[in-house]
């Protein structure tokens, strides 16, 4: 039936040509923005999932900000630790120097006294930020090593959690710094301040070698921890990023569609225009 008072054919056809052109401005705000997922009302679940995901790259890259402090304040207390190794292998040669007859004690006796002031001078020194790991209080405030922010954890739904990684104090300002040489003012006392260098040695290449390994896995650490942001921000893209090609293509396949809608819209519309030649 042809009725002038219900046009079931423009009808179907305006409806057509709405969804159309609500497909159309998805596909252009997708282009325009990059993302198939912008709201949450594009795709509850996978927005919810996303901005999870987001937040633990956030937490990621405090992580590595707290990553490169600890590496830095390792990497000043290693070169510090190094340095006093050297310090006193010298200072062992001129305590063997004093061990023979005729040997200038006095001036061996004030280089002896000038090397160990460069000691102290170097485990006080040896600080970044505030933090010596070369002395036995780190921080001024009775720490005896570094706390590190390592990585987030996350288990299904719950709350993500901070895991720490410690680094123990070298504590050489116990081992070098507090203690007192007998000095070279003779044979005797050239030997035995050899020995007590032997001790010092021994303290300085333990505490530079645990340093040095803790350095080790603080940078391997932060080079998962890269590596770990990278895939959850890969992650993100895959789940609410736009595919381009996919969006290209049916960006032109809509516009060829809205095309034909107004077409069969507008043959729609005429429609009741051909009801006049049944009066002719």
Known sequence: MSSINTNNGAMVALQTLKSINANLTDTQNAISTGKDVATAKDNASVWAISKVMESDVSGLDAVTESLATGQSAVAVASAGAE??????KEMQALAIS?????????QIDAEMTAKKEQLDSIVAGSQFN??????????GNGATGLTVVGSINRIG??????TTIDVA?????????????TG???IADAATTYTELETMLTAAI???ANLGTSAKRLDDQSDFVSKLSDSLKSGIGALVDTDMEAASAKLQALQTQQQLGVQALSIANQAPQ???SLFR
Do not use: K, P, R, W
């Not at 505030?130 to 921080?139: A, F, K, S, Y």
């Not at 739904?157 to 901070?162: P, Y």
């Open 169 to 181: 104090s070298a504590d050489l300002e116990a081992t070098v710094t507090n203690i007192t040489l």
């Open 98 to 106: 004093a061990q023979s007859e005729g040997a200038n004690f006095t």
């Open 206 to 208: 333990t505490g530079a």
């Open 130 to 139: 505030g933090v010596n790991l070369l002395n036995t209080d780190t921080d």
């Open 83 to 88: 340095l006093i190794v050297e310090t006193i």
């Open 157 to 162: 739904g719950g709350a993500a959690t901070a």
């Open 184 to 186: 070279t003012a003779d």
């Open 274 to 276: 051909t009801i006049l």
